[in-house]
């Protein structure tokens, strides 16, 4: 079973400029989160899809921040423009049941905001 | 702001001794705890998953959840080089039909050969 994959591993933009990040979940994963670590802090939260359905997108930091999953299968998440602060590790998670369930991570798609 | 709180180490451990992990987190209304490993550069990898008070072993795995003190703690038995990572200790809470992760900032396990 091929696991949460997320394109492009790595990302350097200039401030001002817009980056998308796309991510697929494992197959049959209804349950779609994007979570985002910035140096020497924890892992956040950004948002949850079910489905193609936003479930609860309190942890988007402001409207620079658009996520979509069309269709339900992959989601891509854009950044315009990009500012300094949005530098970091964008996580993003699935999961095949609603509830109480583990999360699995794909390897990040690190971005760098010059 | 509720947080789970873990010391970031460098915990350092010899080889083939136990390694102790500990994690507190702030919200009693949290039901579910799980304990990520991440190597550098690499994703967060489910190692252990535990939901009600007590211990639970899986391998040389074994996660402990006390709800009354708030307490997670994970110990690793005969430690190895290759467990040498970021461990990360995270809590999961249920609302209006999200259950968002909350996380620590991970302690760095260092088992030295």
Redesign the interface.
């Known amino acids: 079973e091929a ?2 994959t997320q394109f492009p591993s790595h990302s350097v933009i200039e401030k001002g400029q817009t980056v998308t990040l796309r991510c697929d979940p494992i197959s049959g994963h209804d ?1 779609l ?1 994007w ?1 985002r670590r910035v140096m020497g ?5 950004l948002l ?1 899809f ?1 489905k193609e359905s936003k ?2 997108e ?2 988007m930091p402001n409207n620079r921040f658009l996520a979509e999953r069309t269709g339900g299968t992959y989601s891509t998440l854009k950044v315009q423009p990009a500012e300094l602060e949005d530098s970091g590790v964008y ?1 993003c998670a699935s999961s095949q049941a ?11 798609t690190r971005l760098t905001v010059t | 702001q509720k947080e ?1 709180e873990q010391n970031s180490g460098p915990l350092s451990v010899p080889e083939g001794a136990i390694a102790s992990l500990n994690c507190t987190y702030s919200d009693r209304v949290s ?2 705890f ?1 304990w ?1 490993r991440q190597y550098s ?6 190692i252990m ?1 535990i ?1 009600s008070n007590g211990d639970k072993e899986d391998g040389r795995f074994t996660a402990q959840l006390n709800k009354a003190s708030q307490y997670v703690s994970l110990l690793i038995r005969d430690s190895q080089p290759s467990d040498s990572a970021t461990y ?1 200790c995270a809590d ?1 809470k ?1 609302g ?11 302690t760095k396990l260092s088992v030295i050969p």
Request: glycine share 18%.
């Open positions: 696991g949460v349950n989160y979570y802090k924890e892992i956040k939260f949850h079910v479930q609860d309190s942890g996580f609603s509830g109480y369930s583990p999360l699995h991570f794909g390897n990040g | 789970v039901q579910s799980f990520y550069g690499k994703s967060p990898e489910l998953s939901y990360l999961q249920g209006a039909g999200s259950y968002q992760l909350t996380f620590g900032k991970g």
